[in-house]
């Protein structure tokens, strides 16, 4: 917000100098009179020290907001990844669930983590765990739309929000969001794999028993042998992977 009392300022310092330096130019303002305080060379210098106090002060405003904002974003962002933590994750799912609802729109909820990652840190060691981490998400959010958010909510479990998307769409992404991280090496390992729960939003229901049913999903699909992909049900679970989709 202190950036437009600043622009303002400095707009009407400049106007005020180009109309000084034109009266100078001109031979208006007298060159062997002292000018009088109540004329344009009394307005120029008033508004000259309030320029100097306002600029001083509002400066001072601006850098503030600044640090304040970039104390915000980092208190909202997972150290590690880079993308946004738990504190945001719960911020940002009550945003846009009230969004949808009020637009009359879809959203689907993904959540997943790492199969056997505790392996991972105890046979590779915990530097290696965190490129996979950081790989693994750069790769994740590579795949999502500009308009989904994805958040980090634990050590290897993260969730993303797809607003405006039905259950069936939703579900195709995290198929191939399964296929790609398996297809491929994280911190220079093969073999690593995701196991996966999508919810869609029922209409009426609270965030929470709309993630809790995602929630659930993902660990059922780890119940049932990981690297595989849970679509919940208001009804019932529909497990996809070992035998519909050719994971193990």
């Known amino acids: 917000m202190a950036r437009w009392p600043l622009i303002g300022l400095a707009t009407v310092h400049g106007v005020a100098l180009l109309i000084g330096t034109y009266s100078t130019l001109t031979g208006s303002t007298g060159e062997d009179a002292v000018p009088a305080l109540v004329s ?54 009550e945003r846009l669930l009230e ?9 689907s909820a993904i959540m997943f983590d790492l199969d056997h990652f505790k392996k991972i840190n105890d046979r590779h060691g915990h530097e290696t765990g965190d490129k996979v981490l950081v790989e693994m998400v750069a790769a994740v959010g590579g795949r999502l739309r500009r308009a989904d958010q994805l958040f980090r909510i634990g050590g290897e479990e993260f969730v993303a929000l797809l607003p405006y998307t039905r259950l069936d769409s939703a579900y195709a992404l995290v198929e191939n969001l399964r296929t790609m991280v398996e297809a491929n090496t994280f ?13 869609e939003l029922e209409t009426g229901e609270p965030a929470f028993d709309w993630l809790r049913r995602a929630d659930k999903a993902l660990y ?15 009804r019932v679970a529909e497990v996809v992977g070992v035998e519909a989709v050719g994971g193990r």
């Open 99 to 107: 969004r949808c609802r009020r637009d009359r729109e879809p959203a």
């Open 220 to 234: 059922r699909g780890k119940e049932l042998g990981r690297n595989q992909t849970v679509r919940a049900d208001p």
């Open 40 to 93: 344009l060379f009394g307005f120029i210098y008033f508004e000259s020290i309030i320029f100097a106090l306002g600029t001083s002060i509002f400066v001072f405003a601006l850098v503030n907001e600044r640090n304040e904002a970039a104390s915000k974003a980092a208190a909202s962002k997972d150290s590690l990844t880079g993308i946004a933590n738990r504190a945001a994750f719960l911020t940002n799912a």
């Open 187 to 199: 911190g220079g390992l093969t073999g690593i794999t995701i196991s996966l729960g999508v919810a």
